[in-house]
């Protein structure tokens, strides 16, 4: 059976956003990993018994990145699941959306990451080595800006 994981892919808009368009004031939010080749990735972990998948990406958020549910405002109409081998095992990861309320709200990581990043769209895509996270951001950009 394929590992099941959740996380939340997360923005912030920089009210400073001198162009006329909104989404050049969009920043993403990754990890790099304290462990393995120390990858760049959105919060996300495992899904544990009983939790439903929404509530794993909330909680593992809140417990990578410090950031609670009330800080953030999931963003209607976007789900994505990801699906790649991790040492030779079947993974799928589930990513919804979520938007800072406060693009000045503090990020407190755990163990498991030694740093963090709020990059604009084509610096996120260099730091997410992967083909399949790069196409994501893409698409939530994208998502993002036909929103407006």
């Known amino acids: 059976m394929a ?3 959740c996380g939340l892919i997360i923005y912030r808009r920089l009210q400073s956003a001198p162009s006329s368009k909104v ?10 990993t304290s462990y393995g080749t120390h990858h760049w990735t959105p919060p996300k972990g ?3 018994p009983g939790e439903d998948d929404l509530q794993t990406a909330f909680r593992e958020t809140q417990e990578e990145a410090g950031l609670q549910a009330s800080q953030l405002t999931l963003i209607e109409g976007y789900k994505k699941e990801l699906h790649y081998p991790v040492r030779g095992k079947p993974k799928t990861v589930i990513y919804w959306l979520a938007e800072m309320k406060d693009c000045n709200t503090e990020i407190k990581l755990s163990e498991e990451h030694q740093a963090f990043q709020w990059l604009k769209l084509e610096d996120a895509c260099k730091f ?10 893409k ?5 993002l800006c036909s929103k407006e």
């Open 23 to 32: 989404t050049d004031g969009i920043e993403y939010l990754l990890l790099q």
């Open 46 to 48: 495992h899904v544990d």
């Open 3 to 5: 590992v099941r994981a």
């Open 139 to 143: 698409e939530v950009h994208q998502f």
């Open 128 to 137: 997410a080595e992967y083909e399949d996270m790069q196409v994501m951001l």
